[in-house]
């Protein structure tokens, strides 16, 4: 397989020879390859109780593990005979009935760890339980197939938060955290690449320097969208996504993040105004991403560290658990329920879900079928073979 | 306890031994001047030279003050690493919290959601933050740096986070017992990190039992405190957890307590051994593999001497370490004197970790720090979170310590610190005096006064403590602030107002231990200030604010 080093000196190679003097400039100004095509993750941060969000409401047993929090039967928006959408996400109802919505459901993976910190890291870095890498699972992916040069950046993670699934990548590999586009175009003017590296350390300080002064070069500060967004700091971090997307020459991979879920005690009301923070600007970046005539290569997924315990606990809230269920979104979305609900009786010891799908078949199907990785590129990214799930047809 | 108060105090301590070193400096110099060239000192018999001592001083402590690197340019090599071995010590000098002292349960069975969430909060956000703070004020203030930094080495190496301990007073105990053998032995330290009551709750050794095994601390201490991979099989792993069972901690008291109950007796086949092995057999069969003392001297080497250990040195090195029964000091000598860490291919070749570059540039510029906790927070944003390490495997360190958000928050930071404009003056005269400096009035207000981020340190626990619970923590510490704000009794070079974290920097004063230096040599401030030459930067350096933060901002500065 390909690796970065090598991709870069062919394709520089090729430019070098023959391919730049017979292009127009704007031509780089056009992504290219499976990587037109744009990923927006979004980190549902503590943890969301997935079996109040697609809700099982035919399901008896149910009722019997919420009798406190559980959403009303008459108050489920209603996607199938069986499953049917908190309420408060009302919001995205449009876009399931359009069949732009998939809910991707049973994803956990073996021997589940129940700390925050290691599982998000588990899913971030794509891993095993008992496996610590240091790269996170886009960083791989990237270093396994670049994203054009032309791009302001492989990913960006918006927030200012840690790097998530782009941490960690190879040399070539370019990955901004950006708070916010105002504060990072002030921040980055203290970044200066120029001078000698005279060893490997100074060279990846210089790199990064360069890195921030050029992805700060190509934002460009005067492009504006018409789309209103949500004036709450989910909605602003959409903003700020969409404003990347809308004043860059292009990006393979943007990470928004919303929280907290971690809802021990007291679900209903947190857990209500979140899911409602989130739908709104879901919204918007369909909204954004139609605006830029992007829906079509626009694929918004969620993800979080696991889902929550079955039972409600004694607070009206729930704590730690295994197995949930995620959303993906887009233009190029084939709508549905995918995957099977894990049982809400046949639970762990620890009354949790069994997973019925490893989280890393919906990377693979974001690899293979969203960007067009090879079966072997996907495979060598996730360091095994996972089956991908029909999100596209 | 009042900690500002006791922190001044002995920051003030240390401010006058720097006076008594500087003028002893002085005198050294004119001795040194002539004989000692500062840059032609390469054989280890003669005295280092300014450039040796302060690549010795900056891997081996905070970035030294030129002060001190004059003080050992005129020591051999050897000398001076005995004298750095010599002053390390056993304990800390800065007071731990009050609440450090006894234990209590973090959480007991019979209380309701609310009062978890209280205990909770008090546990990670209060005492989390204190407890950080109490060892960021130890760094900025203790005479052995050097203790410091292998402490830390250590708090990596066996990395343990307090996410999951929860106990802020198991980590401090276990932080006293990283510093007792920080340079002493590691095989005595290895069985008691693994009795360590935050060890155990950290790598579950606590739930391991006979018949239900539990198997990450066996796993983890071959992995990663002593063989590394490869150099065991799951079966071994299997079979130390069987070993190790019985290692528990007593609820009440937080200490160790060897469950004999739980505890596997039967015969065990482990490493190619075979017998009714208990956890400290286990350790002892740990110690005589050569791969353990390879594996952490390997470790050291990237710590201490270059990003690429050098295979012959380790193995040789790690020959010598086990011989000698895995004494510290000795093997240390070794390393610092090995031909590998003085070699010019090596110098200017680490990145410095968050510690490094934060304590470092407090230290070397005599910072005036009012409240250390806010650079407690800034630590975690730039990616060293004490106490919080990321995973058992502990901070990746290295080039991974930079990307595009640590490196401009690096900028950032230091773009701050060196903002003349912001920082309230001392009154003139005062600065000088050297003595009782603390007398002094800022010709300001404290409005007017340098805040580390334009945050207030509530604002700067921006995330994820505890989540949900964040915000009233935040208003808990700004009403703290606001209690012991006390803008009557304000010392020389900052105000006093733990809200804000306010400190102060006297760059007039700092060029002034140099005078006599400069005459002799141009080079000396980059030279003092960088491990290598500026690779943006002029080194014709104006003697003001605004050089020294062409030379903080410059590339080279980011390294050791």
Known sequence: MMNRRNFLTTVGAGVGVMALPSFPTFAQSTPSGGYKRLLILVELKGANDGLNTFIPY??????????????????????????????????????????????????????????????????????????????????????????????????????????????????????????????????????????????????????????????????????????????????????????????????????????????????????????????????????????????????????????????????????????????VLGGAVKGGIKGMHPSLTQLTGEGNFIHSADYRSLYASLLRDWWGFSGAQSEKVLGGKYGSIPLFA | MNAPETFKTVMNRVGSLYWWLLALSVVVLLLVAGIAPANAQNSAALPMGFDEARHLLNRTSFAAQVSEINEFAKLTRAEAVDRLLAETRRQASYPPPAWAQTYERPYRPDMTQEERMKANRRELVERGLELRTWWVAEMLSTPSPFTERMTLFWHNHFATSQQKSRSATLMYRQNVLLRKYATGNFAAMLREVGKDPAMLIYLDGAQNRKGAPNENFAREVMELFTLGEGHYTEQDVKEAARAFTGWSLDGDTGEFRFRRAIHDDGVKKVLGQEGRFNGDDMITLLLQQPATGEFVVGKLWRELVSPEPDNGAVKTLAGHWRAANYEIKPLLRDMLLSDAFWAPENRAVLVKSPVDLVIGSLRQFRFSVEDPAPFAVILRQLGQDLFNPPNVKGWPGGNAWLNTTTLLARKGFLNRLFRADEMVKPAAGAAMAGTSAMDAKPTSEPKDAMTITGQTTAQLMDKDLVGANRQRAQMRLAARGTETMTPAALPAFGVANQLRGQYFFNAEQWFAQQPKQREMNDDIIWRTVLAGPPVQASKDVPPTLVGLRSLALDPMYQLK
Request: hydrophobic share 40%; with cysteine.
């Open chain 1, 58 to 327: 035919a399901d008896d047993a149910y009722a019997t593990l919420r009798p406190t929090i559980g959403i009303k039967r008459d108050q489920v928006l209603q996607l199938s005979d069986k499953f049917g959408l908190h309420p408060a996400l009302e919001t995205l109802m449009p876009i399931w009935n359009k069949g732009e919505m998939a809910a991707v459901t049973g994803l956990g993976y073996p021997q589940p760890n129940l700390s925050h910190f290691r599982s998000i890291e588990i899913w971030d870095t794509g891993s095993n339980s008992n496996q610590y890498l240091n790269e996170g699972w886009l960083a791989r992916a990237f270093d396994s197939v670049a994203p054009p040069k032309s791009f302001v950046a492989d990913g960006v993670a918006i927030g200012g938060g840690d790097l998530g699934p782009f941490a960690g990548g190879a040399l070539g590999s370019r990955a901004l955290s950006i708070a916010s586009t105002d504060a990072f175009l002030r921040q980055a003017k203290l970044a200066d690449p120029h001078g000698r590296a005279s060893n490997s350390a100074l060279q990846h300080i210089l790199k990064i320097e360069g890195e921030a002064q050029s992805a700060a070069l190509n934002i460009d500060p005067k492009v504006t969208l018409k789309t209103e967004f949500p004036t709450h700091p989910f909605g602003q971090q959409v903003k700020t996504a969409m404003q990347v997307v809308a004043a860059s020459p292009g990006v393979a991979a943007l990470r928004v993040g919303l929280g907290s879920f971690d809802t021990h005690q007291g679900q209903l009301g947190t857990q209500a105004g979140l899911l409602k923070q989130l739908g709104e600007g879901i919204k918007a970046i369909k909204d954004a991403s139609v605006e830029l005539g992007r829906w079509q290569d626009t694929l918004v997924v969620t993800y979080c560290e696991f889902g929550r315990r079955a039972k409600e606990n004694q607070s009206a809230g729930t704590d730690h658990g295994t197995a949930n269920t995620q959303f």
